[in-house]
């Protein structure tokens, strides 16, 4: 039972432009988010989290806004660069010390000079 | 600082074998996590070692155990390996303590069971 999901395989976007992933989740415990970019044959990047208590969190490019009540959280990437092409994955937790995430399966963003 | 390091990078083993992969946290770090990486499946968590004691659990079969030394390095194992457990196996640390804390992940071990 996939408790985060992410309903888009894979993203094209023109360099310059914004790139919008998006992630939807199941359980209402869940209380902190993050986003992780992944390169292959390496391990996830950390990009950019936000808790429940907040609505948007900005980290220069890197935007994420979370809905709570539709249970959705999106990452804005702006302007889009061809470095950002990548899969990049959400994942969700339920906080409190927890250290288990529950990820999504990945959007695989193309950023097309 | 450095970062997550994972030894070996690759494996390859037949089934019924046993595998052992060890994970060294950023220094610091008193959390690591273990997921395993698949096609289909995605990262899904394994479990999760905090102070040399297992904290959190996720939903695979015993066949899967870990450890963690009283440097915060883990091992994970796996013992009787089915073709099914082929998968990129990532650990991840984190400070620990009692907040949320980001998790920062090492390179992977691509295990391959043939």
């Known amino acids: 039972d996939q408790q985060v999901k992410q309903n888009s395989p894979s993203l094209s976007v023109q360099e310059g432009r914004i790139s919008i992933l998006n992630c939807d989740y199941t359980?209402?415990?869940?209380?902190?988010f993050l986003w992780y970019k992944k390169y292959p044959a390496e391990g996830p990047t950390f990009l950019i989290s936000?808790?429940?208590?907040?609505d948007k969190n900005e980290d220069g490019r890197f935007t994420v806004f979370l809905n709570k009540s539709a249970k959705h959280l999106s990452l804005h990437i702006v302007p889009s660069q061809p470095g950002d092409s990548a899969v990049y994955f959400c994942?969700?937790?339920?906080?409190?010390?927890?250290?288990?995430?529950?990820f999504g399966t990945g959007t695989r963003l193309t950023v097309i000079p | 600082k450095a970062g997550v390091t994972q030894t070996p990078r690759y494996l390859i083993k037949t089934r019924g074998q046993q595998v052992t992969l060890s994970c060294s946290p950023i220094?610091?770090?008193?959390?690591v996590s273990w997921y395993q990486q698949t096609p289909g499946q995605g990262l899904q968590f394994l479990f999760e070692?905090?102070?040399?004691?297992?904290?959190n659990k996720g939903n695979f079969p015993g066949r899967f155990s870990g450890r963690q030394f009283s440097n915060s390095r883990s091992e994970m194992n796996v013992s009787t390996l089915e073709l099914g457990d082929s998968a990129l196996y990532l650990c991840?640390?984190?400070?620990?303590?009692?907040?949320?804390?980001?998790?920062?992940f090492g390179p992977g071990t691509r295990l391959t069971v043939l």
């Open positions: 359980n209402s415990m869940f209380d902190y």
């Open positions: 070692y905090f102070s040399e004691t297992q904290r």
């Open positions: 991840a640390s984190s400070p620990g303590g009692g907040a949320v804390n980001t998790q920062y």
């Open positions: 994942a969700a937790t339920e906080g409190t010390g927890a250290n288990n995430l529950f």
């Open positions: 936000i808790s429940s208590i907040k």
């Open positions: 220094s610091g770090h008193r959390s």
